[in-house]
Each structure stands twice: as structure tokens, then as C-alpha cells.
């Protein structure tokens, strides 16, 4: 642990951004895995579940969790993945 107070803290903070950035981060898996699920088992539902998972991806974008154009290129893979097996 480092000495000086300051740097207590920002560790302190640091350790809190980043369980929260990989709480968002596994959201956004996590979703994206259930409409790539959804699109192979072809549900009805699936349409629902890659709009949600493009909810959370943009979520994490506007929240800097991910880059802008991360969250693209997930968007799109997901977006392909889903026409090609449709």
C-alpha cells in the first residue's frame, strides 16, 4: 500500500471503477452471448435480445466503459452474426 494519503485514495477509487467497469463490461457479454444463443437456436425472440444487446453496448459506450468505436464493432459483428444465420 502506497504511503502517501492522496494515493490511497485514488487506489481506493480505482479499485471501485474497476468493478464497476467489469460488471458493465460482462453485462454487455453476457447479452451478447444470449442473442447469439437466441439467433443459432433461432427464437422468436431473438430480434428482442440483439436490440438488447445493442442497449447495453451503447449504455457502456455513453458511459465510457468502452470505446466508441468498440461498441461499433461489436454492434456490427453482432449485426452480421445475425444476418448470416438467419
Known amino acids: ?3 502517501i494519503k492522496s494515493k490511497q485514495k485514488s487506489i481506493i477509487s480505482e479499485k471501485k471503477a474497476n468493478e464497476r467497469n467489469s460488471a458493465v463490461k460482462s453485462t454487455v ?3 451478447i452471448k ?4 437466441a439467433i443459432d437456436e ?3 425472440n431473438a430480434n428482442e435480445l440483439v436490440a438488447k ?3 447495453e453496448i451503447d449504455k457502456a459506450v455513453s458511459k ?3 470505446h466508441s468505436n468498440n461498441g461499433a464493432r461489436k454492434a456490427s459483428r453482432l449485426d452480421a ?6
Open 81 to 86: 452474426y445475425a444476418a448470416k444465420n438467419k
Open 42 to 44: 433461432k427464437n422468436k
Open 29 to 31: 457479454k453476457t447479452a
Open 53 to 55: 444487446a445493442h442497449h
Open 64 to 66: 465510457g466503459i468502452l
Open 1 to 3: 500500500m502506497a504511503n
Open 34 to 37: 444470449k442473442a447469439k444463443f
